[in-house]
């Protein structure tokens, strides 16, 4: 099945910015939605953002500020532009790929964080 793979992640400091990647392993022809989660060790998963393949963008609450998510045209690749980091945003950060046809994709994560 199609999978879907993270990048960007790293050690910023407060204030710095970040860009996460996201992308599937084959293209897709069929409706799909890619979001990014993040997750603190103990904690919930908590949804950030998401994208259809159309480009219509929703975020979760509270995120709209400091995270952007965008996506590559006509490719199941996205991204999410992170600014302004603070130490509460360190947490692994996963991408979910929703598309027909497909079972429920979700990617390894990818490590951010936010530290002087």
């Known amino acids: 099945h199609v999978q879907v793979v993270e990048s960007g992640g790293g050690l910023v400091q407060p204030g710095g910015s970040l860009r996460l990647s996201c992308e599937a392993s084959e293209n897709i022809s069929s409706f799909y939605t890619m979001a990014w989660y993040r997750q603190v060790d103990g904690g919930e998963r908590e949804r950030i953002a998401d994208?259809?393949?159309?480009?219509?963008?929703n975020y979760g609450p509270a995120m709209q500020d400091r995270f952007t998510i965008s996506k590559a045209n006509n490719q199941p690749t996205a991204f999410l532009q992170m600014t302004d980091l603070k130490p509460e945003d360190t947490a692994m950060y996963y991408c979910?790929?929703?598309?027909?046809?497909?079972?429920?994709?979700w990617g390894q994560g990818t490590q951010v964080t936010v530290s002087s």
């Open positions: 979910r790929l929703v598309a027909g046809g497909h079972p429920d994709s």
């Open positions: 994208i259809s393949r159309f480009g219509t963008t």
